[in-house]
């Protein structure tokens, strides 16, 4: 849900996550209750293009997040849990306070080695890895995610929506198995969302109508992590007044490959995907197409002192599987081919100074805007092949 733009009312509740301390936190947590949060502030800057705010050739400060959750064992079998979430990302997200997620869990089946059970509600989505817990900064791998595959300008979409999802886990000696499986209406009615799906911000209605998820996990004793991910949404569009565009049709499908392997000081990830995108009926100014995308990255971590971890990863994004340099979409439309595909390169350092504050420091090396948000670079022509970007982050949690 999403509140009223840069309000004062989200100016008071970040304030108030900002000015939260470890001992109040210690206060609310119980054996059958808990409050957490964070709050993190980043500096951006780069080269030729924008990214969350104004950082071509300057500093933009308009990467900032907080967020408060609690959870609540009512009853043996069922715990609550939410979180209230306040973020702002430069042009692309600019709605402030939000819940990002409410939802109950009924373990409606358990023993020893097994449980099932039914999470409803306003739901997290199971989507690869990282995305469960991609608002916190100390769960993520960098700064950013990979964008290939965690792409923010669709993360309105990705991240958590009303539904339902049937879940289990079992431990064996072959190691433990979990399972997602559930039906939501995700939001597909965000500025970043229609720029990736109709290439534009358009005066109609893009809006969800359902999408099936699925997700199947293996923990192997070795400590080796495989995991499926599926997902099939659908959305509708309604002109709006002065349209180019006619009612038509979205549907995004997608099965994600993931692996990780740990060792004592190393962690190795590598997440593969072929999204299908497919629009149909909106018209001669938006004709109908097919793509398969093509997406992954290959990231290591090295934690070499206690406190301090490198991360080296590579990423790619192909628009169109069958076009990736975008020299066919170039011929056709004349637009640059460039927006076709990203390719990136990134380096990132993090220091967890005390148990509670993080220190981080990234930098990319770009070539192609496939990912690139559009509401920051909103001059199609004016955006840049090849651009570099480094980012700086402080986070606290407590």
Partial sequence: MTASRRSGWNSLLLSGLLAASPAWADELAGPRYQIQGFAAQGLIGSTHNNFFGDSRDGVSTRFTEAGLHGSWQALDAVRLSGQILYRQAGESDQDGLRADYAQADWQFYQTEASQLGLKFGKVKLPYGLYNETRDVPFTRSGILLPQSVYVDNSRDLLLAAPGAFLHGASVQPYGAFDFLLGWVRPDFD????????????????????????????????????????????????????????????????????????????????????????????????????????????????WRFLPAWELMLRHDFFYRDKRD???????????????????????????????????????????????WLPGPDNPVFIDREQRW???????????
């Fill in 190 to 301: 965000s500025p970043s969302v229609e720029y990736s799906f109709l290439g534009n911000i358009r005066p109609g209605t893009l809006k969800g109508q359902g999408a099936l998820g699925a997700r199947l996990r293996w923990d192997l004793p070795t400590d080796t992590t495989l995991m499926l991910t599926h997902a099939d949404a659908r959305a509708d569009y309604s002109p709006g007044i002065g349209d180019t565009l006619t009612a038509g049709k979205v549907r995004f499908r997608n099965l994600l490959l993931t692996a990780q392997q740990r060792f004592d000081t190393v962690t190795l990830t590598a997440e593969y995907g072929e999204p299908r995108f497919d629009n149909t009926g909106f018209g001669p100014y938006f004709p109908s197409s097919h793509r398969t995308i093509q997406a992954g990255y290959l990231q290591g971590e």
């Fill in 388 to 398: 570099n970007m480094w980012l700086l982050q402080a986070a606290y949690r407590f």
């Fill in 324 to 370: 990736k340099n975008g020299h066919l979409f170039a011929l056709t439309t004349g637009l640059p081919a460039h927006s076709m595909f990203a390719r990136d390169t990134t380096l990132g350092l993090r220091w967890d100074t005390t148990p509670n504050l993080m220190l981080r420091a990234e930098f990319h090396h770009v070539d192609g805007t496939g």
